[in-house]
């Protein structure tokens, strides 16, 4: 894709990607008094800089056909469709709060799937203490459109960004990657507890959680913190039975990617084995200082994966 | 529809009717401490009883196909998108502050055209004094579909709910209704200067924003407030061009209904024609006590007005 958005007509959203198209989107915009952290991170931060706590904004949607199919059960797409909005939240450091459920779904749509799919969100929403405030609906005359609007809260202290990272930093990935796609994806559990924990006690400096797979999250971290990285591959938490190219890519892992300065690895690797013994913590790599020649990964598998 | 809703497996959407559906979907909607209105008001209410000011949250979406077609301006789109959620802000007689923009189109989906929609919505931001803070995209497999997550605030003692009115109360509608389907939905203006002039110089028993005719919205905040309703269909303030019938049931009028105590009525009338000379405001009618005989209405013509 060379030609510059907005530059030919005929540019498509396919022919620039995501990032390329919400960046140019979101540029401009009004960053008031209090909008402490915008569009390009996991949530927007609202608040003064002074606040004790900050509000956190988050909105995220599943659309059938593409998050999930049409014969999938209807509880675990609500469960699925709030989940990630929550997992957003807790890669800041936070708590959830208020949801707010808009559907658009087809008038032939049967009662019970949408009942279903409510029944779903309420077992996410008590699970993880958010309240569910309200909820819209239209008429859609195509897929079932899920779209959750959530609020959350961080003590100014532990909000964390994806930008906070330096050179030098240790990145750690919780759980395994890969093979979402097998229906992993639909039972996920925000890491909330885990994010919590890890804020309260030690200094994270960069954090989000992986929905697109860490050969398109990682490098997104690294920009934002503007830090080169180095992976080891051999050290990748692959789930059994998948690949390493899965691991990488299929994405909606919902797992936590974060940096930490390295004099606290091993006191961080020591306290989250006897806190959290089920749940695997991995040392995936490092942050680097950029540098023109691209990030040094021990894989040569993933050219995708250089800095652009 | 006869059925009750879950007994039937094959009831849809379009048998039981917005209302009945999104009351059955939201009920038992968790009610945390902090939620003072859930579902069922123009936005959600949160913040403790004693609190100086309220936080309000709202969604709402517009579809391609449904709320718009295909070939429409897309920044008249953008802007319509947000006024709308602005408006239901302005209902509550609150101040919008907040805004999540979520977005749904094929991949085939021009950039430009995209473009354009962000910037109807920054128009109408602007405007309107709201910071856009957030931009979630995903792939659509069919219509385009943006959804408005807003926040906004306001001061407990100018908080307005539908529940509020008390029979005997006078009710007024802003501006003139109908005709909205031939153009006037995508350009509207919020009433949003003139509801927080009302709440700040009188006691506004009861409000909400007229989005799908008054013919469904009165009898909704009339029955919010467990009171029955007279109206005077001589008085309806009928679009030029329009027949009364569209003044009740096209919707998307996106004016003011409220209910204030009689004795504030002639204040009321001449504070506003020196403050808004160029906006009708009428009375329509009263609120009354809730009778099995079902509401006084002028007309006859508008026997599914009746209460349900």
Chains 1, 2 share one sequence.
Request: charged share 25%; with cysteine; proline share 5%.
């Amino acid at each position: 894709m060379k030609s510059r958005s907005g530059k030919n007509p005929a540019t498509t959203l396919a022919d620039l990607g995501e990032d390329r198209f919400v960046a140019d989107l979101t540029r401009g915009f009004a960053a008031g008094a209090d909008v402490l952290v915008g569009a390009g991170d996991d949530c927007a931060v609202i608040g003064r800089p002074r606040d004790r706590r900050w509000q956190l904004l988050k909105t995220d949607a599943v659309v059938e056909g593409v998050h999930f199919v049409p014969e999938e059960d209807p509880r675990r797409v609500g469960w699925k469709a709030l989940c990630r909005a929550i997992s957003d939240i807790a890669a800041m450091g936070g708590v959830p709060a208020h949801a707010l459920v808009t559907l658009a779904a087809a008038e032939t749509t049967a009662f019970a799937r949408v009942k279903a799919l409510y029944a779903g969100l309420r077992q996410a929403a008590r699970k993880y203490g958010v309240a569910l405030v309200g909820g819209e609906t239209s008429r859609s005359p195509g897929p079932l459109f899920l779209s959750i609007a959530l609020t959350g809260w961080v003590e100014r202290r532990h909000c964390v960004l994806r930008s906070g990272g330096r050179p030098g930093d240790s990145l750690y990935v919780t759980g395994r990657l890969g093979g979402a796609l097998a229906g992993k994806h639909l039972d996920f559990r925000p890491r909330l507890e885990e994010a919590r924990w890890l804020v309260s006690h030690f200094t994270v400096r960069a954090m989000m959680d992986l929905s697109d797979g860490l050969a398109a999250d990682l490098p997104r971290l690294a920009a934002a913190s503007r830090c080169g990285y180095s992976m080891d591959d051999n050290r990748l938490p692959v789930t059994p039975g998948c690949l390493p190219t899965q691991a990488m890519s299929d994405g909606e892992d919902y797992e936590l990617l974060f940096a930490v300065a390295p004099r606290f690895c091993a006191a961080l690797e020591a306290a989250w084995k006897r806190r959290f013994p089920r749940l695997l913590l991995t040392r995936i790599g490092a942050l680097k200082h950029r540098s023109k020649a691209g990030n040094r990964n021990a894989s040569r598998g993933y050219d995708h994966f250089a800095q652009r």
